[in-house]
């Protein structure tokens, strides 16, 4: 009975230390080259082999090593194949603390002040008290309601939209396609936090960026198939964004 990590070596290391600790009946191994497929019967990827069933053919669990699964192709998996998606702490607080570092660098024109820094033209910029700024979050999961909580402290407006009706302390909840637009039209700054879905692909677009108030801003936590690109571009040199805070790549 083996678990095989394929993915990042360092990371595959520490796992490693854990599992000899805390489950030692387990062979836990990170290097694929020196395992036998055949007993392999858990895998923990980022992406899945495309032959999985050729490559591991006695495979029992495909583990996540993501928040979600949206990366997966369910198409090339077998279907009686169980997926199972990873949830600890570290994950959804790593989110938090990168959210929180966007939202503040938005709100403090940390964007703004390096480009006057790059080209020696310093001018002042109007100050707004947090309690003036509205944060607004596309998702309502455990990553969006960690985030939520780590930007309370600051004093920021906080609005959430789901697909379904959800209660959150201190935030404002909107759902469903009937409330979306009343979500956008109070969200200064829009984090995306959705998973990639069907529905959610290209929903960061020209049209959705129209709905926010002028000058908005953008931080996508979320893939790169979550935006349409060309539009973000459109809306940044007309003026209708203010600024984006991203480093997803389209995975």
Same mark, same amino acid.
């Given at each position: 009975m083996t678990f095989l990590y394929d993915a990042d070596a360092e990371r595959g290391a520490?796992?490693?230390?854990?599992?000899?600790?805390?489950?030692?009946?387990?062979a836990f191994h990170y290097c694929a080259d020196a395992v036998d497929p055949r007993s392999v019967k858990y895998l923990g990827v980022w992406h899945p082999p495309t032959d999985i069933s050729a490559k591991d053919p006695n495979l029992e669990v495909l583990f996540?090593?993501?928040?979600?699964?949206?990366?997966?192709?369910?198409?090339? *998996?077998?279907?009686?194949?169980?997926?199972?998606?990873?949830?600890?702490?570290?994950?959804?607080?790593?989110?938090?603390?990168?959210?929180?570092?966007?939202?503040?660098?938005?709100?403090?024109?940390?964007?703004?002040?390096?480009?006057?820094q790059a080209t020696g033209d310093w001018q002042p910029l109007r100050f707004r008290p947090p309690g003036a700024l509205r944060i607004g979050v596309l998702g309502t999961g455990v990553l969006a309601?960690?985030? *939520?909580?780590?930007?309370?402290?600051?004093?920021?407006?906080?609005?959430?939209?789901?697909?379904?009706?959800?209660?959150?302390?201190?935030?404002?909840?909107?759902a469903g396609k009937a409330e979306m637009d009343k979500f956008l039209g109070q969200s200064d700054i829009l984090v995306c936090l959705l998973p990639l879905t069907s529905k959610t692909a290209r929903i960061l677009n020209g049209a959705l960026f129209a709905k926010l108030p002028p000058g908005a801003a953008i931080v996508n936590c979320g893939r790169g198939g979550h935006l349409v690109q060309a539009?973000?571009?459109?809306?940044?040199?007309?003026?209708?964004?203010?600024?984006?805070?991203?480093?997803?790549?389209?995975?």
């Open positions: 520490e796992w490693a230390a854990l599992f000899a600790e805390r489950a030692p009946e387990i996540s090593l993501g928040a979600g699964v949206d990366q997966f192709d369910f198409d090339a *998996l077998p279907a009686e194949l169980p997926v199972v998606r990873m949830i600890e702490p570290g994950i959804s607080d790593a989110m938090a603390e990168y959210v929180t570092l966007a939202v503040l660098a938005l709100h403090r024109d940390l964007l703004a002040y390096r480009v006057q309601k960690t985030s *939520l909580s780590a930007l309370q402290a600051f004093g920021f407006q906080l609005n959430a939209w789901g697909r379904s009706r959800q209660s959150i302390g201190g935030v404002e909840c909107f539009d973000l571009l459109v809306a940044l040199d007309s003026g209708r964004l203010s600024a984006q805070f991203s480093t997803v790549i389209d995975l």
